[in-house]
Structure formats: structure tokens, C-alpha cells
């Protein structure tokens, strides 16, 4: 009997092995065949691993051509007089009767008198005789720059131009030396998830190095009328503003200039393509020259696409043109979808301006517009923007009287300054001395109503502003933050 439950069990062991064997060997071939699961066998190949490359010998190489920036400027403001303190608690608590007295006898503002502050930044050589560009905010105002090389050699600088409207500054430095220079790349041909390295001088350490890649291009954060930010994830701080991006290949590729505060790993660069259009008028001129169009545009969205006959949203659609201009005496009509610009395609209304602007003032150019779906051909001599005129190329638009500039507050703008709607405009630059200035607007934000009206956009803020005519003083209210105030505004007439 136990012999026989032995054989019988010894069988049934091997069967089970056998089975096992072949169930395996025909699993594995059909897995391996035909019929093998989505999991073992990806579309399209495995992916190559991505390995972080050594930047050792890129920041050896770069460093050199990387400068710190000290500047100080001389502000005008008045002393607060201290007021004077009991030793002891005041028995009526923290609503004293007697503050108001302190205050008017005591307190309040002093004399003005001059005041010295201190910023830094970053920057970078492009020529060995001493051109370093920089961001605009970094030097504007400042009554002394200094220089620092990465062998702690220091200089001074002089402006010899700037563009507010980019945030573009070229100084420059008198060296006894060939200065090592650094070359410009092609912001261009940069793709999202490239390898990028930030050099620069963040709070006050010089010539610290970072790295990350290209997370996003195209961005548009409010900074001015001219946005086409590269976004990174390389650690930007204050101090690295004016300082270089650059790419694998050791060329700048962008001017880090902007960090989102609430965020992390999230900071902006001016696309280097940008400063190079500007460069030479800064070195000959001091400014920058601007084409100007006279055009208001918007953005073209998939109803407004369906209504206008397009195949997809593209293009800028004039919503109004301003009488004579470049775009009237052309015959550009209000309806028209403007596709493309000397030769350049217009995908979105924000190509637009930045295309007009780098055109040169007095050039013949040819407009494709799209007209009630048929595409028109219109030669538009371009003119010369100047600060008076109401710059209407790109949603933005600078106000005569006021000084300052607002533009549409679309949902990327409010999401950087962190707003959860996007109803009103958003002040994109405040002029210095100007009526807005000296109210107390700034820089960022967003306006909701004029003289107790509402306003939702670009189009109903300045019909609101066309029913003020004859008023002593505008009544804005504004959204800064999460605070909400109201500013009233003498405008020049």
C-alpha cells in the first residue's frame, strides 16, 4: 500500500513537472511571438535612458565670461521721525487718546533728504573690448555700477543703452586687457526638455552655477508688450537677473531676468534672439527704434475662428485700426486676420507686435490678411513708434495722459501673479513722473473698474475711459495681491 501511494504520488510529481516545463516554454513563446502583451514589448522601441551631463568643464570654461554687478542708486525720499515712548504700557491699551498728539507734535514725515540703495546682479561679456549685457532693471537709475570678474578684478561701468520695453541693457567697461568673451546662440532652435545652465551672482554669491532644462518657451508673464519668455527650472534668485542661460554647447541662449516668488523651479529668461535685434541700435544709439503698425489686435479663439471662416485659430484679428496709420493708408480693415508679416508667419496675436517692432521704421512690407476667408495681399510702409502714440500692436496699449501701459490680462499673466480670474486689464509699465506714477500704480496691477464701472477687458476699459471726458480726476479701482484699493488719477491734459 505505501509503496503504491509512492508510485502514485512519484507520478503525479513528474506529470506536474512536465506540465509546468511546457506550460512555461509555451507561455514564453507566445509571449515572445505574435500575442506578446503591451507591456513587454513597447510601441516604438524602449526609450534610451537620459543621463545628466557633467557640467564640470562647461562651468570651467564659461566663468570667465561672467560678471557680477554692483550698482547704487540716489533716491529722494523723507526721514519718519521717531515718536516718543512711555517706559511703561499705555493704561489706555492699544487705542491711545494721546497718539494722535505724539503724532502731530512729534511724529510724522521729516525733511527729505538723499538715500543711497544697494542692488546686484549679473551679466556677460559678448566682446573682448568690454560690452556686457545686462537687464535694464538692473542699472536703470543707477548712479554708480561696478563690475566684478570672475578673478575678482573689478571695474566701473557706464550705461551706453537701454530698452525698458524688454528689459535690455548694454554697459560697458574699460579694461587694459582682451576681456574673455562669450558667443551668442540661436534661442530659436532651443526645444523643451533641453539641458540648459544658469551662471550668475545670487544674493551676493558670485559666480554660482545651476542647471536644469528648458521647461517651457513662448511665455507671457506681464513684464511688458513684448513677452516671449524662455521658462527653466535652473535655480534663478535675486541677484542672477541680467545674467546668461546657456545651452550645451557653451552659447547664451537667454537673459535670466524674472522668478515666479510663490513658486519653485520656475523662472523666466529673455530669449536671446531678442537682445541680438536690439544690440547694435543700443551701441549706436542708446534706445531702441520700433516699427509701429496702428493696429489693435486679439487673439483668435475656435469661435472666433468658425465665425471668420478660418480652418484653425491663428492669425491676430484687428479689432480696430487707428485712423491715420501705416495700417489705414494700407487699407487694413477692421474683420481682417493678419497671417502674416514681412514674410513671417503669425500664428498668435502675441507674434505680432514683437514682429512690427523689430521691423525697420520706413520699410515696404507685405501683409497677408485673410478677409472674409479669401486671402488679400497689402504692402504697408511701416513707420516709427513713439512713445506718444497709442501702441495698439499687441493687446497692449499705452494710455496718453496717464503713463502707463495695460493690457489684457490673459489666464497665463494671472496665474504668475497669482489671480484666480482674469477679469480687467493688468498694468504691464508705469512712466516715471507720470499721473499713474504718482498715484501709485504699479507695476502688475490689474485694474477693474473707472469711475465705479466695470471693466472685464481691454475693450470695455477703454470705452470706460471714453465716458470720462470732462472729469477732473479718474477713479480707478485696483487689484494688487490680494488687496484691493482705490486710486484716484489727475490725468495731463
Not at 56 to 81: F, H, K, W
Not at 150 to 171: H, N
Not at 377 to 406: D, P
Request: one cysteine or more; proline letters at 5%; charged letters at 25%.
Amino acid at each position: 500500500m505505501g509503496r503504491w501511494f509512492r508510485t502514485r504520488y512519484g507520478v503525479i510529481a513528474v506529470l506536474c513537472l512536465l506540465l509546468g516545463v511546457g506550460g512555461g516554454l509555451w507561455f514564453g513563446v507566445s509571449a515572445g511571438g505574435r500575442d506578446a502583451p503591451f507591456w513587454m514589448e513597447p510601441k516604438g522601441g524602449q526609450l534610451p535612458l537620459v543621463q545628466a551631463p557633467n557640467f564640470a568643464d562647461l562651468a570651467e570654461r564659461l566663468n570667465p565670461s561672467v560678471v557680477n554687478i554692483s550698482t547704487t542708486q540716489v533716491v529722494r525720499g523723507q526721514q519718519r521721525r521717531q515718536v516718543p515712548r512711555f517706559p511703561f504700557p499705555s493704561p489706555f491699551g492699544e487705542r491711545d487718546p494721546f497718539e494722535e498728539f505724539f503724532e502731530r507734535f512729534f511724529g510724522g514725515e521729516g525733511p527729505q533728504r538723499e538715500l543711497r540703495r544697494r542692488s546686484l546682479g549679473s551679466g556677460f561679456i559678448i566682446n573682448r573690448e568690454g560690452y556686457i549685457v545686462t537687464n535694464n532693471h538692473v542699472v536703470e537709475n543707477a548712479s554708480d555700477i561696478k563690475i566684478s570678474l570672475s578673478d575678482k578684478e573689478e571695474f566701473d561701468a557706464k550705461v551706453i543703452g537701454r530698452d525698458p520695453k524688454t528689459d535690455v541693457a548694454l554697459i560697458k567697461i574699460e579694461a587694459k586687457k582682451d576681456l574673455p568673451a562669450t558667443p551668442l546662440g540661436d534661442s530659436g532652435k532651443l526645444r523643451v526638455g533641453e539641458w540648459v545652465v544658469a551662471i550668475g551672482n545670487p544674493f551676493g554669491l558670485g559666480h554660482t552655477v545651476t542647471s536644469g532644462i528648458v521647461s517651457a518657451k513662448g511665455r507671457i508673464i506681464g513684464a511688458g508688450p513684448y513677452d516671449d519668455f524662455i521658462q527653466t527650472d535652473a535655480s534663478i534668485n535675486p541677484g542672477n537677473s541680467g545674467g546668461p542661460l546657456f545651452n550645451l554647447n557653451g552659447e547664451v541662449v537667454g537673459i535670466n531676468t524674472a522668478i515666479v516668488a510663490s513658486g519653485q523651479g520656475i523662472g523666466f529668461a529673455i530669449p536671446i534672439n531678442v537682445a541680438k535685434d536690439l544690440l547694435l541700435q543700443l551701441r549706436e544709439k542708446g534706445r531702441v527704434t520700433r516699427g509701429w503698425l496702428g493696429v489693435q489686435v486679439q487673439q483668435v479663439t475656435p469661435e472666433l475662428a468658425k465665425s471668420f471662416g478660418l480652418d484653425r485659430e491663428r492669425g491676430a484679428l484687428v479689432a480696430d485700426v487707428v485712423p491715420d496709420t501705416p495700417a489705414e493708408r494700407a487699407g487694413i480693415e477692421r474683420g481682417d486676420v493678419i497671417v502674416e508679416f514681412n514674410g513671417r508667419k503669425i500664428e498668435h496675436m502675441n507674434d505680432l507686435p514683437r514682429v512690427v517692432a523689430s521691423t525697420q521704421p520706413g520699410a515696404d512690407v507685405e501683409v497677408k490678411v485673410l478677409r472674409k476667408g479669401q486671402e488679400k495681399m497689402v504692402r504697408v510702409k511701416v513707420s516709427e513708434m513713439s512713445e506718444e502714440r497709442v501702441a495698439r500692436g499687441g493687446g497692449g496699449t499705452i494710455e496718453e495722459g496717464l503713463g502707463m501701459t495695460v493690457q489684457e490680462l490673459t489666464p497665463e499673466i494671472a496665474r504668475s501673479l497669482g489671480l484666480s480670474e482674469t477679469r480687467g486689464v493688468v498694468v504691464s509699465n508705469v512712466e516715471d513722473e507720470s499721473p499713474a506714477g504718482e498715484a501709485g500704480i504699479q507695476r502688475g496691477d490689474v485694474i477693474v473698474e473707472v469711475n465705479q464701472k466695470k471693466v472685464s477687458n481691454l475693450r470695455e476699459y477703454r470705452a470706460a475711459l471714453g465716458r470720462t471726458g470732462g472729469t477732473e480726476s479718474w477713479l480707478f479701482l485696483v487689484r494688487r495681491g490680494n488687496n484691493v484699493l482705490y486710486v484716484a488719477l489727475k490725468p495731463v491734459k
